[in-house]
């Protein structure tokens, strides 16, 4: 069976994001792209599967940092790292 592969234009419009958002997840390496030449085509369906499983690696961080920044606000100024006075 032939793959439909799109280019960055068709598959910002396909996902309606910005092109820019294609270029800087393809550059990060969170979607899958296959150059041809010069020419980046990516299929819809491993780009779809890479953003799943991408965003619940993200949400995942997301929780993590948000409480290590909730331990930080309960912590007072002076017992913060790197916050101590310089007596």
Do not use: H
């Not at 010069?38 to 949400?59: I, K, P, T």
């Amino acid at each position: 069976m032939k793959r439909e592969l799109l280019t960055v234009k068709e598959l910002a419009a396909e996902l309606r994001m910005s092109v820019k958002s294609i270029q800087r997840a393809y550059r990060k390496g969170e979607i899958p792209v296959e150059w041809l030449g010069r020419m980046a085509r990516f299929d819809v369906d491993q780009v779809r599967l890479a953003m799943e499983r991408n965003g619940r690696n993200r949400v995942q961080r997301l929780n993590d940092n948000s409480a290590q920044a909730a331990r930080d606000c309960r912590q007072s100024p002076a017992s913060r790292p790197g916050n101590a006075p310089d007596w």
